[in-house]
Each structure stands twice: as C-alpha cells, then as structure tokens.
C-alpha cells in the first residue's frame, strides 16, 4: 500500500470592517475680511474596529499510512477591539464538515481546532463556515503581533475516514475570516 | 500698507466734520490757539492697513479600520490686499507644542499633519507647526475677498499611520484654527 500525502493548504482572509458611521456635523467657519482672518476646521477620525490575521503557514502531513498525529500552526491575529471572531470554511467542506479530497471522488475528514494563544490557552472546534464565539487574546497594539503570534490552529485528521481511504494526495484549502466581534 | 494723506483748507475740514468728528476736534483745539483768521492748512492721514480674508475651509473626515486613510486636501481662498502676500498659523485644539493631535476623551492622540501650499495646484509645500506662524507666503487674490469663486492655496492633513493603527475604535477630533494675516 502506498503511503497517501496530504495537503491542507491555508488561505487567511483578514476582514477590515468598515462601518457607515453616523452622519459628522459640518462646522467649518470661514473668516472675515481684516487686519486678520480666522477660520476654523474639524479634523475627525472614524476608527473602525480592525483586525488582522497573518503568519499562515500551509501544512504538510507526512505521507503515512496510519492516521497522522494532528498538526498545529501558530499564527497571529490583530485585533483593537480585543476580542475577535473566527469562521474556517473548508473549499471541499460538505456541510460544516472539513474534507481534503484526491483527485476523484474520495475524502478524508478533518477538524478545525482553534486555540487563542500561541501555546497552551483555550480552544474552541470550528464547523466549516460558522463563525465562532468570540475569542479573546489578539494583540491589540501591533498588526504583526510584535513579530510574535497570539493564536494557533491545529487540523486533527479523522482516523475513520483517513484509515478508510485509498492511498493518494489529498488537500483542501482552508480559508479563515476574522473579523470585529 | 498704504498711506493716504489730504490736505485741505479749513473750510473744507469743517464741511467734512461730520465723518470726521475725531480730526476735526483736533484741528479746532490747534486753530484756537494760533486764530481761525490765520486759514491754516492740516494733514489728516489714515493708515489703511492690509486686508485679509480666509474662507472656503470645509471639515476633514477620515474614515477607517486598519491602515491610516489617505491624506486629504482642500483648496481655499486666501484674499490680502498686502501685494497677495500673508503669513497662516495653524493651531490645533488637542495638539501640544508643535503638534497637532486628534483625540477621543482620554484616547488617542492620533497625530496629524498639516500642509500648506501656496497655490491651488502645485505651489510650495510648507509644513505647518501648531501655533506658529509661516515664513510670508504669496499668491493671495489680491482684489476680490471670495477669490473669484476659484482657490490660491490648499491645506493638507494627514494622520500619523502608526498612531491610526493602534487607536482604539472611537471617533477622534480636533478643532484647527487657521488664521492668515499680513506679513
């Protein structure tokens, strides 16, 4: 039997959430004629609440023929609101269940696990294409997190459908949205 | 400036004393003394200083979520009947010294900057410093206070990208103060 290679590759979306805010009074006041002249302007800044998500990294299973330890990559998210929402859709997802796929018709299950730290921290299952519950932990200051991460996604084979399957490469790609909660 | 100097009779003063009660009673205090026979001739001047005029500002509203919004500008008429020339100060409401600055209560501040040009398009580019005012600048309409409906100048702002970035979500202010005057 030969030894199947799996690919989950990764595709971050960092969603920047731009409000219609409410509508900014003009109060701009124009000068007079004489020995000197004063007007005035306001000068206003809409921050909307913005997030970020980068430092993805596509995952590579070594080809195995028994199920493969799951795999975890660190990655950073950005978000000056503090707390974030994450959503995972798998493009071979049925349902809100994640599938690598061969070049047929075959599929091997796989879950989406998302950690708020880096290491250690809280975590939470992901179904392809539900948003989550809000998350806590981004970095707040710095949209590369400082050069460090915040965060961590881990894809845990499924051991039925990957023992199930016939040998070949399978992928899937994985795109992540965060957003303002 | 210009200096404008008359010189008339007496009698041609005191048919003038109407609009101009305060040099008429000083030419009456002088001519007491030395007798209304004597038909002395006065100076009366005026020193008309220059006029100016700032208008067509409108407010500065940026919007965004990640990165700092593009800079924007404004065109503005700048009216000086001092040869078009005149000097901007640019005082910001939240700024410190030098600076100018956006706040939101106790957030912030998100900097800014402020640039002046000297012409509607292209022109000179002069970074301004809250509270100070510019080197003599030119190309002020020189006749018409509302420039003829057109611009002589425009006004730049742009925010600090670093201080955009990490603000907290809030809606950030600042009142600027522009005031043009003769050199």
């Not at chain 1, 071979?92 to 879950?111: C, E, H």
């Not at chain 2, 106790?106 to 000297?118: K, L, S």
Request: hydrophobic share 40%.
């Amino acid at each position: 039997m030969s030894k199947p290679s799996i690919t989950p590759r990764l595709l971050a979306v960092a969603a920047f959430v731009v409000g219609i805010g409410a509508p900014l009074a003009i109060a701009a006041t124009q000068g007079n004629v004489g020995s000197t002249s004063t007007g005035t302007v306001d000068v206003k800044a809409d921050k909307q609440p913005a997030v970020r998500i980068s430092g993805l990294n596509d995952i590579q299973f070594a080809a195995s023929a028994v199920t493969p330890a799951p795999q975890s990559d660190p990655v950073c998210v950005f978000s000056n609101p503090g707390q974030y929402l994450v959503r995972a859709s798998g493009a071979n997802a049925n349902g809100a269940t994640f599938r690598l796929k061969d070049g047929g018709a075959n599929y091997i299950a796989y879950g989406v696990r998302w950690h708020n730290a880096a290491t250690g921290g809280s975590s939470v299952d992901l179904s392809s294409g539900v948003t989550s519950a809000g998350v806590s932990g981004a970095d707040q200051a710095s949209v590369s997190c400082g050069g460090n991460n915040t965060a961590r996604i881990e894809i845990i084979l499924d051991d039925t459908t990957y023992i199930a399957a016939p040998a070949g490469s399978y992928s899937d790609t994985l795109t992540l949205l965060v957003s303002p909660p | 400036m210009r200096r404008a100097s008359i010189m008339w009779g007496l009698s041609a003063l005191v048919a003038l004393a109407p609009v101009a009660c305060l040099v008429t009673l000083m030419v009456s205090s002088q001519a007491a003394g030395q007798g209304l026979e004597q038909g002395l001739a006065k100076s009366i001047s005026i020193v008309k200083v220059a006029q100016v005029r700032l208008s067509g500002l409108r407010d500065f509203i940026f919007q965004g979520a990640g990165e700092a919004p593009a800079p924007q500008e404004a065109v503005v008429c700048v009216h000086s009947t001092d040869a078009g020339r005149y000097v901007i100060t640019a005082t910001s409401h939240h700024g410190g010294s030098g600076s100018f600055s956006l706040r939101a209560g106790q957030a912030g501040p998100i900097d800014y900057e402020v640039t002046w040009y000297d012409r509607a398009i292209g022109g000179q580019a002069l970074a301004l410093r809250s509270g100070l005012a510019s080197p003599s600048l030119s190309g002020a309409d020189r006749d018409d206070p509302t420039c003829k409906g057109t611009g002589t100048a425009r006004l730049r702002i742009a925010l600090n990208e670093g201080d955009f970035m990490q603000a907290a979500p809030a809606l950030y202010a600042d009142t600027l103060i522009l005031t043009v005057a003769p050199p």
